[in-house]
Every structure is written in C-alpha cells, then in structure tokens.
C-alpha cells in the first residue's frame, strides 16, 4: 500500500469533502448514501469510488447487505480527530450511525449547516447568550459531541440526538432534555430539540414517555421540550460481509457479534 502521504495526494476536493463529512457523521455509510452524499451520480460509480478508497485504505467494507463501508484510522487522520468513527461497533451502534446520515441528507434540504467542530458548537451557544457555565460538559469540561448542532435557515438552531435503539426511551428523553434545559431559553425562536428515530415502535414509546408526569418535571424550566423527529432509515437490518471475499473482515467484527463461518446470513439487529 502506498504512503499515507502518497495516498492523500490522490483524493481530489470531492473525495476529500467525502471522507471529511463521513467521518463527522459517525463514520460508516452505504453505496446509496455515498451517491447522496455527492460522490458520484449513480450508484454503480459511487461503488466503483468506495472499492477505490478500500484499496487505498480510508475504507473497509464491514457488512455484506446492504454493502457498508466504514472510515479507517486513515480517513480520520484527514480529520485530525476520531469521533470514534474508525472503531468497532455493535450492530445496533452501526444503524443508529446509518440514520445519523439519513438524518444529515434529510437535513440539509432545510437549508441548514451542521456545525460540526466542537469548538464552534460552543461559540455558537455562547453569542446566543448562554452562559458557558452552562454547556453541557463531562469531566468538568464542556462536552458537546454527542448532539449535532444546526443553524437553520430561519435563524434558528436544532439540537438533535440519534436514538441509540438498545437504550431505553426514558433515559435518552430524559437526559437530553437536562443537558439542554438551561440552554433553550437561549435559542432562537423556532428552535428545536430532537432525538431522530427511525423506528415508528420507537418513535410510539417516545410519545408515551414525553407525556409522562415524570417529563414535565424534568423539562420544567425548559422553553423548548424534546419531541421526535421520525424517518424512514436506509437500513432496518445488516448482514456480516462474507469473509470469503474479504478476508480481512472477520477480525474487524465489533465483539458481541455472533458469525456464522461459511457465509453471512441476516442480523437480528434492526431499527
């Protein structure tokens, strides 16, 4: 394999932008996402681009159907930053990553900008007027990774979160709106507070909890509440790649992941 060096000079503005946004957003994607995403025009060259990036090593094809591709340690170094977007992941992790690009190309025909740098994140809350005391942090510092943040065209601002189907609704619903109940009455008007799902059972269960006694409790104070935004995702369920045809994939499945040697079949694990 050529250099790293050797390897980055080959990627044009396209390419670049490609693996750059990829990464932001988790990290793995399929060949329609990669089309809509602005790789190539149709599927087939988008394939034949995506086959191009796994020989030069900014890919890996993980799944077998649909055909996913996730980022490697070379994709992230374009970035300068992980985002954990070359690790292992379990199934469930990897179609909450998926949605988090259907959400992004649903996303941007509002009009809107993702501000991805978290840099940036806190620079955008704090000229709205909130108080950096008052960003979400971990550790003692501010810690905004797990939300995307975009500036909409209207002006205002959504926060939105991705469902994570192997946690409960409660605790997602309730933890997004303390993070953020301070942070709301700084948004502009129109501004929203998500968490993206692409299951209509999960969406029915966030409905339940939203209206539960214990939610106006702790959204008590809040000036905007958390309600759901539902899609329909590019993936309900994954099929481990066959390691016949790339043998290098069976020592990158995430652990937990049952394998069927001599071939892959369906996965259990669906939005």
């Not at 190309?105 to 809350?125: G, R």
């Not at 966030?206 to 409790?217: A, F, I």
Request: proline share 4%; with cysteine.
């Amino acid at each position: 394999m050529l250099r790293f060096d050797n390897r980055v000079e080959l990627l044009d503005l396209r390419s670049d932008t490609f693996l750059n946004t990829l990464v932001q957003l988790g990290g793995y994607c399929t060949i329609g996402q990669a089309k809509r995403l602005g790789l190539a025009n149709s599927e087939t060259r988008a394939l034949a681009h995506l086959r191009v990036f796994e020989q030069n090593g900014f890919l890996r094809r993980v799944f077998g159907y649909p055909v996913v591709y996730q980022t490697t340690k070379s994709a992230t170094r374009l970035v300068g930053t992980d985002r954990r977007a070359r690790r292992l992941h379990t199934d469930e992790s990897v179609l909450n990553r998926l949605l988090a690009v259907d959400f992004y190309l649903d996303a941007i025909n509002w009009t809107a900008d993702f501000v991805f740098d978290h840099e940036m994140k806190i620079t955008l809350l704090t000229k709205l007027g909130c108080p950096l005391a008052s960003v979400p942090e971990r550790g003692g510092h501010p810690y905004l990774w797990d939300e995307f943040f975009l500036k909409v065209g209207d002006g205002s601002v959504t926060i939105a979160q991705i469902d994570e189907q192997q946690r409960g609704t409660f605790s997602q619903a309730k933890n997004l709106a303390t993070r953020y109940r301070v942070i709301t009455r700084f948004l502009p008007q129109y501004s929203n507070l998500y968490i993206i799902t692409g299951s209509e059972a999960r969406d029915r269960s966030y409905q339940r909890v939203l209206k539960h006694p214990d939610m106006d409790l702790v959204q008590s104070g809040s000036a905007i509440p958390v309600t759901t935004y539902l899609m329909m995702p590019s993936a309900r369920f994954l099929a481990k790649t066959d390691p016949s045809t790339n043998p290098n994939v069976e020592q990158e499945i995430a652990p937990g992941s049952r394998h069927r040697r001599g071939g892959w079949s369906p996965r259990l694990a669906r939005i």
